[in-house]
């Protein structure tokens, strides 16, 4: 994918083009960005099941033309009976990342379409719930087609899933991957989308759905209770905001890595620079990420459990810091411990200049692997990353939530424009957005080739346990001599490899001109119109 699409009255992005086209045709009835991106967050549980599901978390960033963006935190706890003793009583010494144990923290991603879509209420009358749900309910129930991703995750993990209560009788067929381009049905997720309708979207955490869901955890080995599910409610929060020369930043609080992608971007703008793709932009930008990342898994978790505010890594001063420990010509000594995870972010601006940067994610592909007999939910192991300890970074706790490698971008610019972006990625995505704002901002790359040039990955993602700086093969090989020679531990990945994410953006003009790109490393599109 090489042009940047273009359009007035309304744009979104997702890495599933029926997921885009599903935002857009609310657009196009009326919707605002909110909504069009509850039709995309719905649809893509279906049509990309592996990446995404309602048995999840979501975080949302929404802004109005002229104001800062509001954030909503729709991330699950641990259970009231989720505890150390529980994993020590099973004769393990981690939480495992598959199966009934894995599923230990409520999926809060469809309280936060709620919270949302309240946010929006005052932009005039809204859409019906079954119209926002229509075209995932529509897929779920007549089948969408496998994706070759779907079919490739399917293949690789086929082994450590087959055996996972409900995910054979749902995602294989006759012990098998589904091939690419194979009808998939999801009649128990259909079902359960037409419960919300009916019930609303409350439904999931209180009365009759949430008796099933309830059930359903039971019947799968979860710890999760009723009582869970009740509890669980979306939180309004304050985005976190950095400056930087072209303009204002913002990103996702605790507990999510929302603080490590604002530091790389102003760690690197205070390197000062000039140019994209040389030695100066790769290695200033690893080098901004591997100071952003020491701090990260320093502090960041459960805000209720942090002993500082999160900001004051943000202030001017302690940034400067910093900046001053990267040298130029020499690559700092890694690893540090690294975070894996599947995601899928998706973004909307509408005609009016409302802008939506949201990501939903179950957490490793096919989250637990879990999959809710009544409800056909895949429920997310977001709780796997949980330490089993009684105290520090990420310990688990009954009422805890984990840490996320989620984090939603925005940005407000200094010349009048809006930018929304962000990536699937673990690990990757606060270097993916990095790459994807400074090639555009910074630089001035057009919008899609910045999303579509070579990336790299500092750590590991989709599950990998290397840490070393992964690059695409397509860098020029005297850049790539150049970062070995500087000290990196440098590996060379294919082109449009799917480990260094599925990432988008859309970005609207001062004059109301609206741009978007999606990743060609996904089966994504931007609709427009």
């Known amino acids: 994918m090489l042009f940047t699409p273009r359009s007035r009255r309304g744009m979104v992005t997702a890495p599933h083009h029926l997921a885009s ?19 995309m967050a719905a649809t893509l549980p279906v049509v990309y099941p592996h990446m995404t599901g309602l048995g999840g978390d979501g975080f949302w960033l929404i802004a ?24 020590h009583k099973a004769g393990l010494d981690a939480v495992p990342w598959r199966g009934g144990l894995a599923a230990n923290t409520v999926a809060g991603t469809v309280s936060g379409w709620q919270a949302a879509l309240a946010e929006a209420s005052p932009w005039g009358k809204p859409l019906p719930l079954a119209r926002l749900l229509e075209e995932a309910i ?27 209560p409900g995910f054979a009788d749902h995602f ?24 919300l309708v009916g019930d609303g979207l409350d439904g999931f955490y209180r009365g009759a759905l949430a008796a099933d869901i309830a059930a359903d955890l039971a019947e799968v080995g979860s710890p999760l209770v009723a009582a869970d599910l009740a509890a669980h409610q979306a939180q309004r929060r304050q985005a976190l905001s950095v400056r930087l020369s072209c303009g204002q930043l913002y990103n996702f609080p605790p507990p999510t890595q929302g603080l490590a992608s604002l530091m ?28 952003a990342f020491l701090v990260r898994d320093r502090v960041v978790g459960d805000p209720a459990y942090m002993p500082e505010p999160v900001e004051s890594w943000l202030d001017p001063v302690r940034l400067d810091q910093l900046a001053a420990r990267i040298d130029p010509a020499v690559a700092a000594p890694w690893p540090a411990p690294p975070s894996g995870g599947d995601t899928t972010w998706m973004g909307a601006i509408d005609g009016e200049g409302r802008a939506v940067s949201f990501i939903q994610s179950i957490y490793f592909e096919f989250g637990s692997g879990v999959v809710l007999p009544r409800t056909g ?9 949980f330490r089993l300890a009684e105290n520090g970074w990420n310990a688990l706790k009954p009422g805890r939530k984990p840490f996320h490698t989620l984090n939603p971008a925005m940005a407000h610019l200094d010349d009048g424009r809006t930018m929304v972006y962000g990536t699937m990625g673990g690990e990757g995505q606060p270097q993916t957005q990095s790459a994807l704002f400074s090639r555009h901002v910074l630089f001035g790359q057009p919008l899609q080739q910045a999303v579509s040039a070579p990336r790299w990955l500092l750590g590991r993602t989709w599950g990998e346990n290397s840490v070393s700086l992964k690059l695409e093969n397509r860098f020029a090989p005297e850049l790539v001599d150049a ?12 082109a449009f490899s799917s480990t260094m994410g599925h990432a988008g953006a859309i970005v609207r003009q001062a004059d109301g001109w609206l741009e978007g790109a999606t990743d060609p490393r996904s089966d994504g599109a931007v609709a427009g119109f």
């Open 172 to 195: 294989l067929r006759d012990g098998a991957a589904p091939a690419e381009g194979a009808v998939l049905r999801l009649p128990e997720l259909a079902r359960t989308l037409r419960r």
């Open 21 to 39: 086209q599903a935002g857009l045709s609310v657009l196009r009835d009326g919707g605002n960005a909110v909504e069009a991106v509850v039709a």
């Open 138 to 164: 529509f897929h779920a129930e007549t089948g969408m087609a496998v994706t070759q991703s779907q079919h490739e995750l399917t293949m690789a993990k086929r082994d450590e899933l087959a055996t996972v």
């Open 264 to 291: 790389i971007l102003a760690l690197f703008d205070r390197l000062g620079v000039g140019e994209a793709e040389g030695f100066a932009h790769i290695h200033g930008l690893v080098e901004a990420t591997k100071q």
């Open 64 to 87: 109005e033309p002229g104001r800062a963006p509001v954030a909503i935190d729709a991330c699950g706890a641990a259970g009231r009976n989720v505890d150390v003793a529980l994993y």
């Open 377 to 385: 939910l895949i429920w997310q192991n977001r709780g796997a990353s």
């Open 483 to 494: 970062l070995r020679a500087a000290g990196h531990a440098v590996e060379l990945y294919p």
